[in-house]
């Protein structure tokens, strides 16, 4: 059973990046390890909301471990320097308790719009300081792939409940699936083997 506090790991080796992000996370359940290897069982059952992971060498490997071990769709993983993770945290302290709150106990109440929002500033901001053209139909594929994808894995590959779960046609989706390459996957039910 999960907790409803909002939980992050921290995966550093560094004891000053422990104790700026101790401090800015002030208030949120916060577990730090030096590596995977030295994260508590106890903690891993709970699991995590948001992990943080230093980059140095052998990050690349605890991030695909990482990503085993927390259901990616339902944690945010970041990896990078020292600087990047102290925001992190600082972005997620104020996702928690500033004013337009993003995460309250319940995790039902987090707003998607919101999030989004807050995601797409900085990208769009970066992508215009590079002169990128044609944004919206480079996000919006972004983004459709994913919902596909997810759509299909919660419906357990069945296109007839994905589409009716998106609000689109079977056909339609079946031409999204094909033009965005997106794997279908089908899980047959065990057998139980009596005659």
Known sequence: ?????????????????HDKIQHTLEGLRLTVARDVAAIPRAALKQ??????IEARRGA????TEMSQL???SRAMIVMGSRSVLARSAEILQAMMSGPGR???????N??????????????VKGMRNGSARNLHPMLISAVERPLIAHALKET???????AHLLGMNRNTLRKKITELKIPVKR???????LA
């Open 187 to 193: 899980h047959k039910a065990a057998t139980t083997g």
């Open 156 to 162: 357990n590959g069945n296109q007839i409940q994905a």
């Open 60 to 63: 690349l490997h605890e991030f």
């Open 1 to 17: 059973m999960r907790s409803l506090a909002f939980s992050v790991l921290l995966l550093s080796s560094d004891q000053e990046l």
């Open 110 to 123: 987090v707003v998607l719009e919101e999030i989004i929002e807050s995601k797409l500033g900085e990208f």
């Open 47 to 52: 699991g995590f909301d948001a992990v943080l």
């Open 70 to 72: 927390v259901e990616p």
């Open 102 to 108: 993003l995460f309250t106990r319940s995790r039902q």
